[in-house]
């Protein structure tokens, strides 16, 4: 195992920069729906969303938010057991709940989240918001891929779906774990 000198590159990581988030299509599988917003950046400080078009003021929840107990979480590419090269793209899977950036609560009917990439790394505690570090990646833009360069060797990999707050949903939504092998 070879797992300290993974980093990721290019990764389209939203919420430290203040660079603009142009639309984002979120598609609502469960319900069908498809919501339309745009966001400045995607701290889950911000509190008000100037351009979030027809939203009503959002009510946040104060503990974990709900998921549909049917909820997919899945990673698409790699398969695992792949052999993958140096730079590779990992794809996300989500069925069942719509993807949205940090900071966004849509309602108790409208379950969402964002994806959290745990590279290397075993389970964090899911009743803390989900670490932030270079095993625990965040994709707090509604991202749902991204490029990753690790080191030659196995390597595993494991989302966890996370709230506005970057908290685990209740339960937890996390995917298989799966080990792929850097060439
Ligand atoms: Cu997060």
């Not at 959002?58 to 398969?79: C, H, Q």
């Not at 590779?88 to 989240?113: C, N, Q, W």
């Amino acid at each position: 195992m070879n797992g300290s000198h993974c980093k990721p590159t290019d990764t389209p990581i939203q919420y430290p920069m203040k660079k603009p988030v142009s639309l984002l299509l979120l598609t609502l599988s469960a319900i069908g729906a498809v919501v339309i917003l745009g966001r400045n950046d995607a701290t889950s400080e911000e509190k008000k969303d100037d351009h979030a078009h027809g939203a009503a003021v959002m009510t946040l929840p104060t503990g974990p938010t709900k998921r549909p107990e049917d909820a997919k979480l899945y990673i698409i590419s790699p398969k695992d057991g792949a052999t993958v090269k140096q730079n590779f793209t990992v794809r996300f899977g989500l069925k069942g709940m719509g993807v949205a950036p940090a900071g966004i609560y849509m309602s108790d009917e409208m379950p969402t989240g964002h994806h959290h990439l745990m590279i290397d790394s075993d389970l964090p505690d899911m009743k803390l918001p989900l670490p932030k570090d270079e095993t625990h990646l965040h994709f707090g833009g509604g991202q749902t891929e991204t490029k990753l360069t690790l080191t030659p060797g196995k390597h595993t990999l494991q989302l966890v779906l996370g709230d506005h707050a970057h908290m685990p949903h209740d339960p937890p939504l996390v995917s298989d774990k799966i080990t792929i092998t850097v060439e």
